[in-house]
């Protein structure tokens, strides 16, 4: 069975932090994407990445990093929480083209 | 640009009823579109999918057919359950001509609740 594994459920932090959301696949797929999914607005891309190492912006990467060292986990970092990031971030990984994106079953974050 | 629009909820229907969630979309390119499903506390899941115009996905009693002449993509199940309450997202790829990854756009999501 495919699996994408997301390093929490549940987080809580604080404005000013800084924040690791880690993201792991398990079928050596090469892309791997970062949301995030608040209420009427759907799913944003906020990062993906096309291969180790390599990473490009989605919609919304202002507040954001990430890191794809290794095929398998790819990591979205907060540099300095702020409130205004507290939201659902769902991690995906696809094998390429065309194919199916499978997805994480989410982190909530909120940042007091 | 790329964008999809679905139609807003919540949807509430009761069981055995017939659903229509509308969803068109806006593409540069040569798009394959998607509907996407998340049940409460999980991760979005490919409810199914179409590559071409009049393809016809399904799956679960689900169905959407691609209709370039309309840019559409309705999602229609002509027999709900309770155990189809969920979050519905249309989303579209757009692997066409210039695009190096096929990145999914997303529409807002659609609240189906389902009453017995």
Known sequence: DVKVTQSSRYLVKRTGEKVFLECVQDMDHENMFWYRQ?????????????????KEKGDIPEGYSVSREKKERFSLILESASTNQTSMYLCASREGGDNEQFFGPGTRLTVL | GNSVTQMEG???????????I?????????????????????GLQLLLKATKADDKGSNKGFEATYRKETTSFHLEKGSVQVSDSAVYFCALSDIGRGSTLGRLYFGRGTQLTVWP
């Open chain 2, 10 to 20: 919540p949807v509430t229907l009761s069981e055995e009823a017939f659903l229509t």
């Open chain 1, 38 to 54: 608040d209420p009427g607005l759907g799913l944003r891309l906020i990062y993906f990445s096309y291969d180790v190492k390599m």
């Open chain 2, 22 to 42: 509308n969803c068109t979309y806006t593409a540069t390119g040569y798009p394959s579109l998607f509907w996407y499903v998340q049940y409460p506390g999980e």
